[in-house]
């Protein structure tokens, strides 16, 4: 689903003294079937931007469209059901939103709260939990008897379980070691692959780098940068007023100027670094 803010502002206690701007007039689009990324230093709004996509936060003035939908600060909160099974949402720290007494009955409970049968529940669990790379016999357990990387899963589990088009992942992989980590961006790229729309909240360049196909960048709640990954990192204005961080490679290579190395532009993955320096050692 192709998603647009129009102007969008967000004030958090308008009307208040402790009134905070979370978002600034963005206007900005998110396209269909692709992998975006949206960074931004700490408070800078990235997570009130995303909330927007499914209606649980309203904008303050300006419109947000998602899909056939159009959310306004009129939007009330009748009839949302169908908006927030095209677009779920994994928290940060999603574990933490575990709650049924078996890992089955919380990866069903979506489904069943947009509609399903137990049955077609029941089997959306079984193949979910099986996509998350976890082994069906978890099922029956309880959620709380597994580790904090099994417990990540099975919340994952539970929002793809109810088969959403727009998938937004807010730093899903946050406290996850580094193998963890790959599986399970890597299972984010193949649903990509697979005809979703993801949009991913990081912290994490190469996470960026690897696996992004449009970043957005905010800084104090307005949208500063966007476009492909590799436009973005090479950005020198967003560079020298570090309002960006590059990823590990582009940071090498920046290193290997001062070593006689020269880069049209910076390369942002390990094997665009290992080609070109193939290219200038070979004297290409
Ligand atoms: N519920 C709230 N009430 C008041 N202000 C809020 C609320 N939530 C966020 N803010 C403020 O809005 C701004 C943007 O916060 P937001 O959580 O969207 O940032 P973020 O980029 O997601 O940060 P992080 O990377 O730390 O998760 C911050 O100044 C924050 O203090």
Redesign the pocket.
């Known amino acids: 689903m192709e998603i647009t803010f129009e102007h969008v502002t967000?004030s958090?206690?308008p009307n208040s003294p402790?009134a905070?701007?979370?978002?600034d007039d963005v206007s900005f689009k998110i396209q269909d079937k692709k992998f975006t990324a949206i960074v931004?230093?700490?408070?800078?709004?990235?997570?009130?931007?995303?909330?927007h996509i499914n209606a649980l936060l309203k904008p303050t003035s300006g419109t947000i469209t998602v899909g056939d939908r159009v959310i306004t600060p009129e939007t009330n909160n009748k009839n949302l059901k169908p908006l927030r099974k095209q677009v779920g949402m994994v928290f940060?720290f999603p574990e933490s939103q575990l709650f049924e007494d078996t890992v089955e009955k919380d990866i069903m409970f979506g489904p069943m709260n947009f509609g399903a049968s137990a049955d077609e529940a029941e089997a959306a669990a079984h193949k979910m939990i099986k996509l998350v790379g976890l082994d069906e016999s978890l099922l029956e357990q309880s959620p709380f008897d597994l580790s904090g990387g099994q417990m990540r899963r099975v919340a994952i589990a539970g929002v793809l379980a109810s088969d959403p088009e727009t998938i937004i992942l807010?730093?899903p992989t946050a406290g996850l070691d580094p193998v963890g980590r790959q599986e399970i961006m890597d299972l984010f790229k193949n649903l990509q692959q697979e005809g979703k729309t993801i949009i991913l909240?990081t912290?994490n360049m190469d996470d960026v780098a690897n696996y992004a196909e449009e970043m957005a960048v905010?800084h104090?709640?307005k949208l500063i940068a966007q476009g492909v990954p590799q436009e973005v990192f090479n950005n020198q204005e967003l560079l020298q007023d570090d309002l960006l961080t590059l990823p590990k490679s582009a940071a090498f290579a920046k290193e290997l100027t001062e070593k006689g190395f020269s880069f049209e532009k910076l390369p942002i993955t390990i094997n665009e670094l290992g080609t070109e320096i193939e290219q200038q050692l070979n004297g290409d």
Do not use: M, P
């Open positions: 967000h958090y206690n402790t905070s701007l979370g978002l931004g230093q700490t408070g800078s709004g990235k997570s009130t931007l995303v909330r940060q807010d730093e909240i912290h905010i104090r709640g």
